[in-house]
């Protein structure tokens, strides 16, 4: 069997970019979202792309609880362990969602996100760099994180619906619910992100990551219909793991 996670050539387009390019030519949104990973309430967790970069060359997270100096600390302070930032830029609404962004609303029983808990919305595209001393072994030479400060859904939507596009893969982690937590619960596949996810037209993601910071025992199944065939469990930073699942194609 084809080992669907091993690493794959990078981008030619990943590949050409320079600081200038990144900076200062038209945003390229099509490139980052086709074969990307998408991370719905994600906030600052890099286990996907510690354990996929090289098979997946782009992700694109979205969590609405996060202020915009806090992912600059988490970029600048912490980053990622053998890579520098090759460039970085703001997004605007206008590039992010050419089409407009029109989120089609959550069910009455969903409700919507609190505005007390949604920070002020921001966009960044950071291109990240395997650092020159660091071995080809220990990851891509390059991989491209665009991070948005909005609502998972309502992102999903506004960048993968309305651009006919679906994701390779995407990343249901531990994203909590009620009690403070998501005003819905993105693992079930009765509301909104699943319903987005699974009824978009461009087709649903091959791979679904599904796990968190418990014992295994509680991820041993999907958490959405279709994804029946199990390809390997990571094992996660601080204990836990996610699981690989993959949707026939």
């Not at 080992?3 to 387009?13: K, M």
């Not at 994180?145 to 249901?172: E, H, M, W």
Request: aromatic share 12%.
């Amino acid at each position: 069997m084809i080992d669907l996670l091993s690493a794959r050539n990078e981008p030619e387009w990943l590949r050409n970019l320079t600081t200038a390019t990144i900076q200062n030519q038209t945003f390229p949104l099509r490139r980052l979202l086709r074969d990307s990973l998408y991370y719905p309430a994600s906030g600052f967790d890099g286990n996907p792309i510690r354990h996929l970069a090289g098979n997946i060359h782009s992700f694109i997270y979205a969590d609405y609880g996060h202020e915009r100096d806090e992912f600059d600390r988490a970029l600048h302070d912490e980053g990622f362990r053998g890579y520098e930032i090759l460039a970085e830029r703001e997004v605007t609404e206008q590039e992010l969602a050419p089409h407009g962004w029109r989120p089609i609303p959550p069910s009455l029983y969903e409700g919507r996100p609190k505005a007390s808990d949604c920070k002020a919305p921001f966009c960044l595209w950071v291109v990240l760099q395997r650092l020159a001393d660091m071995p080809p072994s220990h990851g891509p030479e390059r991989f491209s994180l665009l991070y948005l400060c909005a609502d998972g859904a309502a992102a999903f939507q506004a960048l993968y619906v309305a651009n006919k596009l679906a994701p390779r893969a995407i990343a249901i982690i531990q994203p909590g619910h009620g009690f403070g937590g998501n005003y819905t619960d993105f693992t079930d596949p009765e509301r909104i992100l699943a319903r987005s996810v699974l009824g978009n037209p461009a087709g649903a993601p091959r791979l679904l990551l599904y796990g968190g910071w418990f014992e295994r025992k509680l991820y041993r199944e999907p958490c959405w219909p279709g994804y029946r065939e199990l390809i390997r469990f990571l094992e996660i930073a601080g204990g836990g793991s996610i699981g690989v699942w993959m949707r026939p194609s």
